[in-house]
């Protein structure tokens, strides 16, 4: 099943390896940051919080405010996607501080006067001084749920901290993240001002993950028939491979075809096969105890119940968002590996309409990066997000 994880995020593994062993709980207190040389602390006063989900585990985070800022100004609440991340949320290849793909939105949005609220995976401690980053016990109590409730108990908080019912609030989820914002507008929450997603499904998880595991390679083989001949060679696949959804594999032979061209027959026959592999995976997933850790013991990010989710939740993400009458504001590279904008647009008409507002950006990929996965996310791209975010929010907020 290890397998499967890659698919939802790649990333998950790089801090993975940081946990290895049993280690104390993070702690609660609510803090002023030290001083640290992230792009987040640009402009922007920063301090650290603490709040009790539903079932009482700690959530910890920060909040980042315009310098002035006088907890009136809008407000945007990050939601992460799939993966072990700490507030900071590192999802990028660079080498450069712009990989913490949080902490870069967070400068820019303070930079714009608006303020930003993000915060830990539970179970995931940021900065520990010990150098271990997970709490094992914490963390493997995840769920689809638990989830949910960790933003709610961080959107609450908000909401009281920024003007109570007349705050100024924007929920952001990158990915999955869009997601735990759905399940807030379904379990009747409080609409926000604005929902913002980047590479976030509107599609019922289930047809998503299907997607992943038994038709991307389908999908993306016939992407790299250049000439649209209705036949895929060897030499089309090593020119076109970069920029097709199957490039998150990182490898190239499984796509090169022993004949030197992959027929419409070829094709479909790969897809047959790998529906079966996925059936077979299904059931062997949904065999596990749902509260049995997820992948494992030694580093477990949820219960086995959350990903068993991944293969039986059927209801459209955005039929849940449907439930707020707030404007939409989704973002989509056309070079996405994990959720394609083909895909999305019709789920947005039929459940949201007017609502939505998609924007599709191309050459970007799941994190508005030219990488079909990982960020950094493309400068103009983020400028443009920003600002388009904050002129919704001054518009509809202001007194």
Same mark, same amino acid.
């Given at each position: 099943? +290890?397998?499967?994880?890659?698919?939802?995020? #790649?990333?998950?593994?790089?801090?993975?390896?940081?946990?290895?062993?049993?280690?104390?709980?993070?702690?609660?207190?609510?803090?002023?940051?030290?001083?640290?040389?992230?792009?987040?602390?640009?402009?922007?006063?920063?301090?650290?919080?603490? #709040?009790?989900?539903? $079932?009482?585990?700690?959530?910890?985070?920060?909040? @980042?405010?315009?310098?002035?800022?006088?907890?009136?100004?809008? &407000?945007?609440?990050?939601?992460?996607?799939?993966?072990?991340? @700490? +507030?900071?949320?590192?999802?990028?290849?660079?080498?450069?501080?712009? $990989?913490?793909?949080?902490?870069?939105?967070? +400068?820019?949005?303070?930079?714009?006067?608006?303020? %930003?609220?993000?915060?830990?995976?539970?179970? %995931?401690?940021?900065?520990?001084?010990?150098?271990? =980053?997970?709490?094992?016990?914490?963390?493997?109590?995840?769920? &689809?749920?638990?989830?949910?409730?960790?933003?709610?108990?961080?959107?609450?908080?908000? +909401?009281?901290? !920024?003007?109570?019912?007349?705050?100024?609030?924007?929920?952001?989820?990158?990915?999955?993240?869009?997601?735990?914002?759905?399940?807030?507008?379904?379990?009747?929450?409080?609409?926000?001002?604005? &929902? #913002?997603?980047?590479?976030?499904?509107?599609?019922?998880?289930? @047809?998503?993950?299907?997607? /992943?595991?038994?038709?991307?390679?389908? !999908?993306?083989?016939?992407?790299?028939?250049?000439?649209? @001949?209705? #036949?895929?060679?060897?030499?089309?696949?090593?020119?076109?491979?970069?920029?097709?959804?199957?490039? %998150?594999?990182?490898?190239?032979?499984?796509?090169?075809?022993?004949?030197?061209?992959?027929?419409?027959?070829?094709?479909?026959?790969?897809?047959?096969?790998?529906? =079966?592999?996925?059936?077979?995976?299904?059931?062997?997933?949904?065999? =596990?105890?749902?509260?049995?850790?997820?992948?494992?013991?030694?580093?477990?990010?949820?219960?086995?119940?959350?990903? /068993?989710?991944?293969?039986?939740?059927? %209801?459209?993400?955005?039929?849940?968002?449907?439930?707020?009458?707030?404007?939409?504001?989704?973002?989509?590279?056309?070079?996405?590996?994990?959720?394609?904008?083909?895909?999305?647009?019709?789920?947005?008409?039929?459940?949201?309409?007017?609502?939505?507002?998609?924007?599709?950006?191309?050459? *970007?990929?799941?994190?508005?990066?030219?990488?079909?996965?990982?960020?950094? =996310?493309?400068?103009?791209?983020?400028?443009? *997000?920003?600002?388009?975010?904050?002129?919704?929010?001054?518009?509809?907020?202001?007194?």
């Amino acid at each position: 099943m +290890r397998r499967d994880l890659s698919f939802l995020l #790649v990333a998950v593994t790089a801090l993975a390896a940081a946990c290895s062993k049993d280690i104390p709980a993070a702690e609660s207190d609510v803090e002023q940051l030290p001083p640290q040389q992230i792009l987040s602390d640009v402009g922007a006063d920063s301090r650290a919080f603490s #709040v009790a989900s539903a $079932d009482g585990t700690q959530i910890t985070g920060q909040v @980042d405010v315009p310098m002035g800022g006088d907890g009136r100004e809008p &407000v945007v609440v990050l939601s992460a996607g799939t993966g072990l991340f @700490d +507030r900071d949320v590192v999802l990028g290849n660079s080498g450069t501080e712009r $990989d913490a793909m949080f902490a870069d939105l967070a +400068r820019r949005f303070t930079q714009a006067g608006i303020a %930003v609220v993000r915060y830990d995976r539970r179970g %995931v401690r940021y900065r520990p001084a010990d150098g271990q =980053m997970l709490d094992k016990a914490v963390s493997g109590t995840s769920t &689809v749920e638990s989830q949910r409730d960790d933003l709610g108990a961080v959107y609450d908080l908000v +909401r009281t901290e !920024f003007g109570g019912p007349t705050a100024c609030i924007a929920l952001f989820g990158h990915s999955e993240g869009l997601q735990h914002i759905a399940g807030l507008a379904a379990a009747d929450a409080a609409a926000p001002d604005l &929902v #913002v997603g980047i590479g976030g499904p509107l599609q019922a998880p289930a @047809d998503v993950f299907r997607w /992943q595991l038994s038709e991307r390679d389908g !999908f993306s083989l016939h992407q790299m028939d250049a000439d649209d @001949d209705g #036949v895929t060679t060897n030499e089309e696949v090593r020119e076109g491979l970069s920029g097709t959804p199957s490039a %998150v594999s990182g490898k190239l032979q499984p796509y090169l075809h022993p004949s030197g061209k992959w027929t419409p027959g070829a094709i479909a026959r790969k897809m047959a096969g790998q529906k =079966m592999n996925y059936e077979v995976a299904q059931l062997q997933a949904l065999a =596990m105890p749902p509260t049995a850790p997820y992948p494992d013991a030694k580093t477990p990010m949820a219960q086995y119940i959350w990903f /068993q989710n991944w293969y039986t939740d059927d %209801v459209p993400v955005a039929a849940k968002l449907a439930a707020w009458n707030v404007p939409m504001l989704l973002y989509y590279g056309d070079r996405d590996s994990q959720v394609r904008y083909e895909f999305q647009k019709p789920v947005a008409e039929a459940f949201l309409g007017n609502r939505a507002e998609m924007h599709i950006l191309p050459g *970007l990929g799941h994190s508005l990066g030219p990488h079909v996965l990982f960020g950094p =996310m493309d400068e103009a791209a983020a400028d443009a *997000l920003v600002a388009r975010t904050a002129a919704i929010l001054n518009e509809r907020c202001a007194s």
